[in-house]
């Protein structure tokens, strides 16, 4: 006989569980099962982040990433306070790396007071009070007290805890599950059937390749992009205690290369990460997980971008594609703190893969979240950064959106 659920959710990264408990908190259901495919939960975007809980400046006002960030931020960092989970609430500031880069600070700063966020504007003076040793190529800064850093995959770990005590049902180690959406039917690795009431599709890196199986997406694909960090091993040489930015080109979805403290206080800084064209959906390492075919398509389609968006991806070609090359991270860090050198540097064994939704039908990178409606199913395409920052909130809004299907 098989097992029955109201919602089965596929994917056990940050909005999966977040759904999972915004369906239980709201009185929705407690009959949810989980799919992962792996062992365990947070080897993947969610467990591999920086863990920073970004403060809402950097989102077009009304996108849905702007609905829910600064929402998202402050639910999410009560729930990790209440439960004594590590947190430091550093702040972060933010440096325009060139001159001619100046005036998009008001900009950030309009979007910032648009979108509910706190946000001073600083000059050098304040700036080198907080941060002596940062560099602005203008003379202003912005400075966003509410941002701050937790430990993603602890995070994950409570969260799959407490949903445990609430009796969701999680099935791990499933790489190879199938589903039939007619007969609203799982069947997993040991010929287990799993019937389900509603599919909510969470799964990341694979979330185009599982809505097409319910014949939505066609007209998307997700490109891998592989962030490689790089560490100071000592933060007190830097005397740096806090997150520091570049300003970022808002044409395309990457924040550039910074700085971030860790949670715990440790003396580790991380830097980066890179947002390098990935060989594979998992490529995490060298000559690990490669799709010869899927790369070579998304490097064609990737040329395109950079023959026709002038201002946008042809930027981000020669300013953050080759990061992971350790002179060009050298130069581009400088431009944050120019006192940095070589040797403060080492490669970090963390990396992440992004999963970053194309339009082939637009021909152009989705900056926004996007979720697909389906006969008995949601699927969550996009889940980028703010994703985890924003997820009690953006697990509320996509409830909202489909809780008439549900």
């Known amino acids: 006989m098989p097992l029955n659920f109201d919602f089965c959710i596929a994917g056990g990264g940050m909005v999966g569980l977040s759904l999972a408990y915004q369906l239980i908190e709201r009185g929705i259901s407690n009959s949810i099962l989980i799919l992962d495919k792996e062992s365990e939960l947070g080897l993947h975007s969610s467990g591999l982040n920086s863990g920073v809980l970004h403060a809402g400046l950097y989102y077009e006002p009304n996108s849905l990433k702007a609905k ?48 509910g966020a706190k946000v001073e504007m600083w000059d050098e003076g304040d700036l080198k009070s907080k941060c002596p040793i940062a560099r602005t190529a203008s003379g202003r800064a912005i400075w966003s007290p509410n941002t701050c850093v937790v430990k993603s995959k602890i995070v994950l770990k409570q969260l799959e805890k407490e949903l445990r005590e609430k009796k969701v049902v999680f099935k791990l180690n499933q790489k190879s599950w199938q589903i039939n959406p007619k007969r609203k039917e799982i069947f997993l690795k040991n010929s ?27 007209d998307y694909t997700l490109i891998p992009f592989k962030g490689i960090y790089w560490e100071i091993k000592n933060k007190f040489s830097l005397s740096l205690n806090t997150n520091l930015y570049p300003v970022p080109d808002l044409n395309v979805p ?22 390098t064209l990935a060989l594979g959906r998992e490529n995490y390492s060298t000559f690990r997980n490669i799709e010869p075919i899927a790369s070579t398509i998304n490097l064609l389609l990737l040329g395109r971008q950079y023959l026709t968006n002038k201002e946008g991806f042809r930027n981000y070609v020669h300013e953050q594609s080759l990061l992971f090359l350790k002179p060009l991270m050298i130069n581009s860090a400088k431009k944050l703190i120019p006192s940095i050198k070589s040797e403060d540097l080492k490669i970090s064994t963390k990396v992440g893969i992004r999963s970053q939704l194309f339009n082939k039908k637009d021909k152009k990178l989705e900056n926004d979240f996007l979720t697909l409606k389906g006969s008995s199913s949601t699927h969550i395409l996009n889940a980028i950064s703010p994703a985890f920052t924003a997820s009690f909130a953006l697990a509320d809004l996509i409830i909202d959106k489909n809780e008439e299907n549900f």
């Open 192 to 218: 287990e059937k799993i019937s389900y009431s509603h599919f909510i599709n969470c799964t990341g890196l694979r979330a185009d390749e599982v809505a097409q199986k319910f014949g939505l997406g066609i």
């Open 68 to 115: 829910v960030c600064v929402s998202g931020a402050k639910r999410l960092k009560i729930w990790v306070k209440e439960r004594n989970l590590p947190i430091n609430e550093c702040g972060k500031i933010i440096v325009p790396q060139e001159q001619y880069l100046d005036k998009q600070l008001d900009l950030l700063f309009q979007r910032g007071k648009k979108n």
């Open 254 to 275: 990457f924040l550039g290369v910074h700085f971030t403290p860790t949670a715990d206080l440790s003396p580790i800084i991380n830097v980066g990460p890179t947002a």
